[in-house]
């Protein structure tokens, strides 16, 4: 199974700055069909997870700007621009090209 | 509006068998390919089973390899999960998920919760 690894793993973040979460895979995540299915995830305690990113870097509807995500060399890394109370819990990357579909352990952002 | 309810968590005893299942509705189920997520107290996720349409081609973790089976019923609209010889690190909550065209999932359940336990 593809393994998913994400930095950190706490995240403690005053309200208003941004924070950025780091995801490394073992392996490729471009598919056959050339495109990266690389997702993040948010979880809230309590609740289901939510989708808020696909395919490295489209928002799903309804996720506010203040969320992107993006590919280097060195991984795929998820920004939020200007941290809001509502953004704790945890966040997760999950990829979604080779099966079954894998995670990584999930970063638990809380406000300082 | 997507509704996935799971069901069929309980106690079970190590080395005893369980079957949960996952009731859809809101969406053409028999065009999806659909997941059993888990996720352990406290703890991440983790894909457990992806079955395709068809109803043929499956993907298992290695973690539950050989143990669990997955199954659809697209006359039915139900998804299954035939979990065997289950282990106390099987303990976990069980999400059904509905995947998405982009190599995603878009829509969860609330979870069923299995607790291996003597």
């Known amino acids: 199974d593809v393994v998913l690894t994400q930095s950190p793993l706490s995240l403690p973040v005053t309200l208003g700055q941004s924070a950025s979460i780091s995801c490394t895979s073992s392996?490729?995540?471009?598919?056959?069909?050339?495109?990266?299915?690389l997702n993040w995830l948010h979880q809230r305690p309590g609740q289901s997870p939510r989708r808020l990113i696909y395919e490295v870097s489209k928002p799903d509807s309804g996720v506010p700007d203040r969320f992107s995500g993006s590919w280097s060399g060195t991984g795929f890394t998820l920004t939020i621009s200007r941290v809001e109370a509502e953004d704790v819990g945890v966040y997760y990357c999950m990829q979604g090209t080779h099966w079954p579909y894998t995670f990584g352990q999930g970063t638990k952002v809380e406000i300082k | 509006e997507v509704h996935l309810v799971e069901s069929g968590g309980a106690v079970v005893q190590p080395g005893g068998s369980l079957r949960l299942s996952c009731a859809t509705s809101?969406?053409?189920?028999?065009?999806?390919?659909m997941h059993w997520v888990r996720q352990r107290p406290g703890k991440g996720l983790e894909g457990v089973s992806i079955i395709h349409v068809d109803g043929t081609t499956r993907g298992y973790a290695d973690s539950v390899k050989g143990r669990f089976t997955i199954s659809r019923d697209n006359s039915n609209n139900s998804l299954h999960l035939q979990m065997t010889g289950l282990r106390a690190e099987d303990t976990a909550l069980y999400f059904c998920?509905?995947?998405?065209?982009?190599?995603?999932?878009?829509?969860w359940g609330r979870g069923t919760l299995v607790t291996v336990s003597s």
């Open positions: 998920a509905k995947d998405s065209p982009n190599g995603s999932i878009e829509h």
């Open positions: 392996r490729s995540l471009v598919s056959s069909d050339g495109k990266t299915y």
């Open positions: 809101g969406f053409i189920f028999g065009k999806y390919n």
